[in-house]
């Protein structure tokens, strides 16, 4: 999907602030959609069924994360991807509690950088797999062979992408300055390096038998 199709909704009850991102958005061709509530936020995303969302976490009425905790557990619209915009860097409790809900947060003041940045990570994890499995077809790979592996591919990609978050969020709560007076926290991504490590194998193990047609 080419990146001016792509439609990215903007929620945030300070209106400058969603004009700011907006504007930024669509100078690098984006489509963009405003909320300036959580109330509102929610009601366009099931009329619009946006690609991404940015949503503020400090909100009056509904904060962030209630909106976030709505859209996931709404069947409709629970596959759109979210970025927290926050004031404040997420607790350790908002990574170990709430990263299931979200795929990255950005800090105010927002950059056009920043947010190219996030909406790439995001944007090229969600086409891996279509990506995969369409060269696979193209490749004259037995349709037999794709479906005996499909299912465990997305299940560890799926599994890979939550690790690979994680360990953003881990990462930008304790910097390195951080984890040498952390033990715990420094063998925390130590451990999930190396769980993200062995996953990524296994997921380009999996990609080169779905890529590669018998001879």
């Known amino acids: 999907m080419a990146i001016d ?9 300070e209106r400058n602030i969603v004009d700011i991102i907006a504007g930024m958005l669509a100078r690098s061709g984006y489509t963009t959609l405003k909320a300036y509530s959580g109330e509102e936020c929610l009601s366009i995303a099931r009329a619009e069924r946006p690609d991404l969302i940015f949503l503020d976490i400090m909100m009056e ?74 060269m696979a077809r193209k490749s004259g790979v037995a349709a037999e062979i794709i479906n005996a592996y499909r299912d465990r591919y997305e299940k560890l990609h799926t599994q890979a992408q939550r690790n690979k978050k994680l360990l953003t969020l881990m990462s930008q709560l304790y910097p390195e300055d951080k984890l040498k007076a952390s033990p715990a926290s420094r063998n925390m991504l130590m451990s999930l390096k190396k769980g993200l490590e062995s996953q990524e194998e296994e997921l380009r193990r999996l990609e080169k038998i779905l890529t590669t047609p018998a001879q």
């Open 61 to 134: 009425r509904m904060d962030g994360w209630e909106v976030a905790r709505i859209i996931k557990n709404d069947p409709a619209i629970k596959d759109i991807p979210i970025i927290m915009v926050t004031a404040k860097p997420l607790t350790f409790e908002d990574v170990r509690d709430r990263s299931v809900l979200i795929e990255n947060y950005i800090m105010k003041p927002v950059s056009a950088a920043t947010l190219k940045q996030a909406l790439e990570e995001v944007f090229t994890a969600r086409t891996r797999i279509e990506r995969t499995l369409e």
């Open 5 to 13: 199709s792509k439609r990215i909704l903007v929620t945030d009850d």
